[in-house]
């Protein structure tokens, strides 16, 4: 069985449905059909029971998927390994992450330190007001930005965190009463304006220009850094959405964070110069992918 049919039949084992694995690794249907029967009457034995209605794992299916799984993870942690021995081994990665965003990502740091001995993260925070200047200028190796990230010279790697959005706003604030918030709610109220620096579409997929219902949110006044945005909340002059692991780790006086409970799920990703690709970054990433997402 070749590698891209065992990815076919991985993959295929967790959608259960021929036109998504398609579309995820990017070939025909057809090709994963095929990719299927040539693995059925090579083995002797179905994989997989389908209907019209369902796709569902045999029992031998389940057993292979297991087995083949444990196997994948194996060859992937030993290429990780390799490339880390390589030129760069031993590094340590510069790391820019928003606030306290470090603290959650433990899980990624202890796995990738242990893949790659002599290796470390070093965490520097960022500001969204400028977040790609010290990666572009090779002072940062990697940043943990949210999606979508869209630059031409940057790669996006895996997500590496997800979770919900909060508002922050001035504890006697109309809206601190109510305990919940909502998207529309931004066109009642001034969010913060984190400058010209930072792509617009980038920022409004965080701060958007627009509500659901296509009012206008009044932007104003400008704030640099996330210490800058908090204090212009307390005095009452803005609001502002945030990522909810902001109000996991702060608790300034004065403010208070709301559930947004119509925005969509935050989801940050580790994101480089790719003209700065190196078998320490890439071991980090596949790190990050075996892992998967961590849920804040």
Known sequence: MELRDIEIFLTLAEELHFGRTAERLHVSQARVSQAIRRQERHLGVALFDRTSRRVALTPVGRRLREDLQQALDLLHAGLARAQAAGPGAGRTLRLGVFGHAGHELRPLVDAFRIRCPGSDIQFREINANDAFTALRSGEHDAHVLWLPVAEPDLTVGPTVLTGGRVLAVAADHPLAERGTASLEDLADNHVVD????????????????????????????????????????????????????????????????????????????LTWRTTADSPTLRALAQTAADLGPITL
């Open 194 to 269: 984190l400058g010209p620096e930072a792509p617009e579409y980038w920022v409004a997929s965080m701060v958007p220009t627009r509500t659901p219902l296509g009012r206008r949110v009044p932007r104003g006044p400008t704030a640099r850094t996330f210490h800058e945005v908090l204090s212009l909340v307390a005095a009452g002059s803005c609001v502002h959405p945030l990522g909810e692991i902001a109000a996991r780790y702060n608790k300034p006086p004065g403010i208070v964070f709301l559930p947004l409970h119509d925005a969509p799920t935050l989801e940050w990703a």
